[in-house]
């Protein structure tokens, strides 16, 4: 049976997660946050005092390291050798390794692989950076979501906020800068916009207006 894909791509804090999320609710189908996937190699790394600049010692370590996802009450759990560390990757230090060694081949051959794996096995909305250009060529349904560097920015800080972290907005800001700049500029799988891709920009949307907007490029594309 040929299963729906759909792929959202684009920068981080554009809301992807929780958009993607709320759209698998509505349609009844799995979400996968592959960014998380690159975080837990990203923690391993940190864990391991691995240099992000040390490619040899990064390609190496990927050998070591074995990550799954299973889903608990619909919510998506990354296993990192055999540890749930669901809970400890969305830390800024997490997301800035991840993106400082998904530029690595050898890290990203093995996340792409299980990402393709799962959406062969049910209807998917995944969302990433490279997920309609590499991941998911063949998906029906593509979003570039974005939205200004100051609104990410300030949903970021938000976010970090209602979690009790500390936070500073120029220092997010800034960031978010350095992360768009190294994924959209890195030589393997680099962050645009597909081809067949709508891009969307929600600056000044709110959720429900995004989220009727992508159920509606998914009937457009030829969901029933
Ligand atoms: O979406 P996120 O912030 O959780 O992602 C963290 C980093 O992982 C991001 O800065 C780049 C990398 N990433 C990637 O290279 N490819 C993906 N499909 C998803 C994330």
């Given at each position: 049976?040929?299963?729906?894909?759909?792929?959202?791509?684009?920068?981080?804090?554009?809301?992807?997660?929780?958009?993607a999320?709320?759209?698998?609710?509505?349609?009844?189908?799995i979400?996968?946050?592959?960014?998380?996937?690159y975080?837990?190699?990203?923690?391993?790394?940190?864990?391991?005092?691995?240099?992000?600049?040390?490619?040899?010692?990064?390609?190496?370590?990927?050998?070591?390291?074995?990550?799954?996802?299973?889903?608990?009450?619909?919510?998506?759990?990354?296993?990192?050798?055999?540890?749930?560390?669901?809970?400890?990757?969305?830390?800024?230090?997490?997301g800035?390794m991840a993106?400082a060694?998904?530029?690595?081949l050898p890290?990203?051959r093995?996340?792409?692989?299980l990402?393709?794996?799962l959406?062969?096995t049910?209807?998917?909305?995944?969302?990433?950076?490279?997920?309609?250009?590499?991941?998911?060529?063949?998906a029906?349904?593509?979003?570039?979501?974005t939205a200004?560097?100051?609104v990410?920015?300030?949903r970021?800080?938000?976010?970090?906020?209602?979690?009790?972290q500390?936070?500073?907005?120029?220092?997010?800001?800034?960031d978010i800068?350095?992360?768009?700049?190294?994924d959209?500029?890195?030589?393997?799988?680099p962050?645009?916009?597909?081809?067949?891709?709508?891009?969307?920009?929600?600056?000044?949307?709110n959720i429900?207006?995004?989220?009727?907007?992508?159920?509606?490029?998914?009937?457009?594309?030829?969901?029933?």
């Amino acid at each position: 049976m040929q299963h729906f894909n759909i792929a959202i791509d684009g920068p981080a804090g554009a809301g992807k997660s929780t958009i993607a999320k709320a759209v698998a609710a509505r349609l009844g189908f799995i979400y996968v946050d592959t960014g998380a996937m690159y975080r837990a190699m990203a923690l391993y790394f940190l864990r391991n005092g691995i240099d992000p600049s040390d490619e040899a010692a990064i390609e190496a370590a990927c050998g070591q390291v074995d990550i799954t996802i299973h889903y608990q009450d619909g919510a998506q759990q990354v296993i990192l050798n055999g540890e749930n560390v669901s809970g400890l990757i969305r830390t800024e230090e997490v997301g800035n390794m991840a993106s400082a060694t998904s530029v690595y081949l050898p890290v990203r051959r093995k996340l792409v692989e299980l990402q393709q794996q799962l959406a062969k096995t049910a209807d998917v909305i995944m969302d990433g950076r490279d997920i309609g250009t590499c991941v998911l060529p063949h998906a029906q349904a593509k979003i570039y979501l974005t939205a200004s560097t100051a609104v990410r920015a300030g949903r970021r800080f938000k976010e970090l906020q209602a979690k009790g972290q500390e936070c500073d907005l120029e220092a997010i800001e800034k960031d978010i800068k350095e992360r768009d700049y190294r994924d959209m500029h890195r030589e393997h799988s680099p962050l645009m916009q597909a081809e067949d891709a709508v891009y969307l920009d929600t600056s000044e949307m709110n959720i429900d207006q995004v989220l009727d907007r992508i159920i509606g490029i998914a009937g457009e594309r030829g969901l029933n």
